[in-house]
């Protein structure tokens, strides 16, 4: 017979527990605090408002109103990121001081820059080199005995590992600009050529991407994915190589895919892009691939780049007609040099974001992660812009205003994200996403492209703030779902001094993830909370359980 003690207990659990999820569904509750950060072109980088907005209840007229939905749900988001190029490391290379050096990491891969969790790297030479080379060069070594990596040991490898020191779960995937000039019809990297078609050499570039995979791995760098071919419709005077949809098609299906699961390296262990070109073709692309069963269960998705136009309605085709498959944009910049402090070109990154994730897509990847400040090197004076730009000769760093936007899509935005619904209505509506975070918290992300100032609200399960807008301004707004919330904060130790070992709790739909908790440390895994050597208690929702003999919230 259970004690009358116990049964109070249960009942008071069970209505904490009611209560708790009530206020989810009702959404925030009135006085809940909101994150707003804003880049704008009056001047505002990233900056955090003081004090934080708090959601009250709904009324307040405004010019225009967001009305968030978080139970009608779209894609799930990979995140935002950059590329590895050699410039961009060589770029990095020239911070010699440490202090500098570990800035500008922390700038693109630290918590509190932009956060990135996907980025790209070349697989040999690409436009962003300082010469043409490829990973095995002698000419006819059809097995691949000279492959080596090492040309890119103390480039794009050292800026990939020191990148991972701050973000370990960072998503790498290869793109070849070339084959090797030995494997090509022209006999040359540059100027485009095809693939040679004899099966010797089509098994030999299927093998180079798995060494590729296995010595990246070996030097310390885990590939998540590949790409088949950068721009494989693009003859270029820089490295560059053709196939056709039905080529490339082929050669997944007769040799890379083959190769890259006799190696281990099948689709359950590295994620395979098709195309990686501009979206006016993708679905004609997307139809190839995935109307045949086999190179369907072989590919991960589609890859997309910007340089034809904003052609988002081909996105939208391939996120519909194909349900399940994935769309990642993987190359955009601003061409013919560095722009520095260039704000319409941090527009163009917002416009293309907002156009690609609104119909389907998964996560937008920036070119070069950083170039000197002529906007290379490049081994074709095929100059561009970059999010940070060095100057080689002081040895120091700058931002451009692509950066600060692409702070305001990464920094809160995280893998795993849920995008969900938004509406906007009103005159001069800005451009608006939201997203469910894996830790339940909600973003906001609204962009205003146009010269007009307004007042706008956010309308949350009939609770709202109002902010005010700015001319060209993107607003970023975080908050989490009501209840108690753990978030750097005493709340699951405050009666403990510090420590919670069999403090029971129950969580609301979370996850074991991971959240400092003052000097303590815990893990959680649901049902308990326990002392670890290793992690930290997640923000989110929770409620004490029933014979917590512990010590409570």
Same mark, same amino acid.
């Given at each position: 017979?259970?004690?009358?003690?116990?049964?109070?207990?249960?009942?008071?659990?069970?209505?904490?527990?009611?209560?708790?999820?009530?206020?989810?569904?009702?959404?925030?509750?009135?006085?809940?605090?909101?994150?707003?950060?804003?880049?704008?072109?009056?001047?505002?980088?990233?900056?955090?408002?003081?004090?934080?907005?708090?959601?009250?209840?709904?009324?307040?007229?405004?010019?225009?109103?967001?009305?968030?939905?978080?139970?009608?749900?779209?894609?799930?988001?990979?995140?935002?990121?950059?590329? #590895?190029? =050699?410039?961009?490391?060589?770029?990095?290379?020239?911070?010699?001081?440490?202090?500098? *050096?570990?800035?500008?990491?922390?700038?693109?891969?630290?918590?509190?820059?932009?956060?990135?969790?996907?980025?790209?790297?070349?697989?040999? /030479?690409?436009?962003?080199?300082?010469?043409?080379?490829?990973?095995?060069?002698?000419?006819?070594?059809?097995?691949?005995?000279?492959?080596?990596?090492? *040309?890119?040991?103390?480039?794009?490898?050292?800026?990939?590992?020191?990148?991972?020191?701050? @973000?370990?779960?960072?998503?790498?995937?290869?793109?070849?600009?070339? &084959?090797?000039?030995?494997?090509?019809?022209?006999?040359?990297?540059?100027?485009?050529?095809?693939?040679?078609?004899?099966?010797?050499?089509? @098994?030999?570039?299927?093998?180079? #991407?798995? +060494?590729?995979?296995?010595?990246?791995?070996?030097?310390?760098?885990?590939?998540?994915?590949?790409?088949?071919?950068?721009?494989?419709?693009?003859?270029?005077?820089?490295?560059?190589?053709?196939?056709?949809?039905?080529?490339?098609?082929?050669?997944?299906?007769?040799?890379?895919?083959?190769?890259?699961?006799?190696?281990?390296?099948?689709?359950? +262990?590295?994620?395979?892009?098709?195309?990686?070109?501009?979206?006016?073709?993708?679905?004609?692309?997307? !139809?190839?691939?995935?109307?045949?069963?086999?190179?369907?269960?072989?590919?991960?998705? =589609?890859?997309? *780049?910007?340089?034809?136009?904003?052609?988002?309605?081909?996105? /939208?085709?391939?996120? !519909?007609?194909?349900?399940?498959?994935?769309?990642?944009?993987?190359?955009?910049?601003?061409?013919?040099?560095?722009?520095?402090?260039?704000?319409?070109?941090? =527009?163009?990154?917002?416009?293309?974001?907002?156009?690609?994730?609104?119909?389907?897509?998964?996560?937008?990847?920036?070119?070069?992660?950083?170039?000197?400040?002529?906007?290379?090197?490049?081994?074709?004076?095929?100059?561009?812009?970059?999010?940070?730009?060095?100057?080689?000769?002081?040895?120091?760093?700058?931002?451009?205003?692509?950066?600060?936007?692409?702070?305001? #899509?990464?920094?809160?935005?995280?893998?795993?994200?849920?995008?969900?619904?938004?509406?906007?209505?009103?005159?001069?509506?800005?451009?608006?996403?939201?997203?469910?975070?894996?830790?339940?918290?909600?973003?906001?992300?609204?962009?205003?492209?146009?010269?007009?100032?307004?007042?706008?609200?956010?309308?949350?399960?009939? @609770?709202?703030?109002?902010?005010?807008?700015?001319?060209?301004?993107?607003?970023?707004?975080?908050?989490?779902?009501?209840?108690?919330?753990?978030?750097? !904060?005493?709340?699951?130790?405050?009666?403990?001094?510090?420590?919670?070992?069999?403090? *029971?709790? /129950?969580?609301?739909?979370?996850?074991?993830?991971?959240?400092?908790?003052?000097?303590? +440390?815990?893990?959680?895994?649901?049902?308990?909370?326990? =002392?670890? &050597?290793?992690?930290?208690?997640?923000?989110?929702?929770?409620?004490?359980?029933?014979?917590?003999?512990?010590?409570?919230?």
């Amino acid at each position: 017979m259970k004690s009358v003690r116990f049964c109070r207990q249960v009942g008071i659990f069970r209505n904490m527990l009611l209560v708790a999820i009530g206020l989810i569904m009702a959404g925030a509750a009135y006085g809940q605090s909101v994150t707003w950060m804003r880049t704008s072109a009056a001047g505002d980088r990233n900056k955090v408002a003081t004090p934080a907005p708090t959601f009250h209840a709904s009324g307040t007229a405004a010019a225009v109103t967001i009305t968030v939905n978080p139970t009608t749900t779209y894609q799930t988001m990979m995140g935002f990121g950059g590329s #590895f190029t =050699e410039s961009a490391a060589d770029a990095m290379n020239a911070l010699t001081d440490p202090v500098v *050096h570990q800035q500008a990491i922390d700038a693109y891969f630290g918590p509190t820059g932009a956060n990135y969790s996907v980025c790209r790297a070349q697989i040999g /030479a690409s436009d962003f080199s300082d010469n043409l080379y490829s990973f095995d060069d002698q000419n006819g070594d059809f097995s691949l005995a000279n492959f080596s990596v090492q *040309h890119d040991v103390n480039t794009i490898i050292k800026y990939i590992k020191d990148a991972m020191t701050r @973000n370990p779960n960072l998503r790498v995937f290869g793109s070849p600009w070339s &084959a090797p000039a030995w494997m090509k019809t022209n006999n040359n990297m540059d100027n485009g050529g095809f693939l040679k078609s004899d099966a010797q050499t089509q @098994n030999a570039w299927a093998l180079y #991407f798995v +060494k590729y995979v296995q010595q990246y791995k070996l030097q310390g760098v885990p590939i998540w994915g590949i790409t088949i071919q950068n721009e494989p419709q693009a003859t270029q005077t820089w490295p560059s190589m053709i196939f056709d949809y039905t080529q490339e098609h082929d050669f997944l299906k007769n040799y890379l895919g083959p190769t890259l699961a006799a190696s281990g390296l099948g689709p359950d +262990k590295l994620a395979v892009m098709f195309w990686d070109h501009n979206k006016d073709k993708m679905v004609d692309w997307a !139809n190839a691939f995935y109307n045949d069963p086999i190179t369907s269960a072989m590919v991960w998705g =589609e890859a997309i *780049h910007w340089y034809s136009g904003d052609n988002f309605d081909n996105v /939208a085709t391939v996120y !519909n007609n194909f349900k399940g498959r994935h769309i990642l944009a993987t190359e955009q910049c601003l061409t013919g040099g560095p722009h520095p402090g260039d704000y319409s070109g941090a =527009e163009s990154y917002a416009h293309d974001i907002y156009g690609d994730i609104l119909n389907g897509c998964e996560g937008w990847v920036d070119w070069n992660l950083a170039l000197n400040t002529q906007g290379g090197p490049n081994v074709s004076s095929n100059w561009c812009s970059a999010g940070i730009l060095v100057n080689t000769g002081a040895h120091t760093f700058s931002l451009n205003p692509i950066y600060y936007y692409m702070v305001q #899509f990464s920094k809160y935005c995280r893998p795993g994200a849920v995008r969900i619904a938004a509406s906007v209505t009103g005159a001069n509506a800005p451009e608006v996403m939201a997203f469910k975070n894996p830790d339940s918290s909600i973003v906001v992300i609204a962009h205003n492209a146009g010269n007009a100032s307004y007042t706008a609200r956010i309308v949350n399960a009939g @609770n709202q703030i109002e902010y005010n807008t700015t001319p060209q301004s993107m607003d970023d707004f975080v908050w989490y779902p009501a209840g108690v919330s753990v978030v750097n !904060n005493h709340s699951v130790a405050a009666s403990k001094s510090k420590t919670a070992a069999g403090t *029971h709790i /129950a969580g609301l739909g979370k996850t074991s993830d991971l959240q400092k908790t003052n000097a303590a +440390k815990y893990s959680v895994t649901g049902k308990s909370v326990s =002392e670890s &050597a290793t992690s930290h208690v997640t923000p989110g929702i929770y409620v004490d359980k029933p014979g917590n003999t512990a010590g409570t919230k």
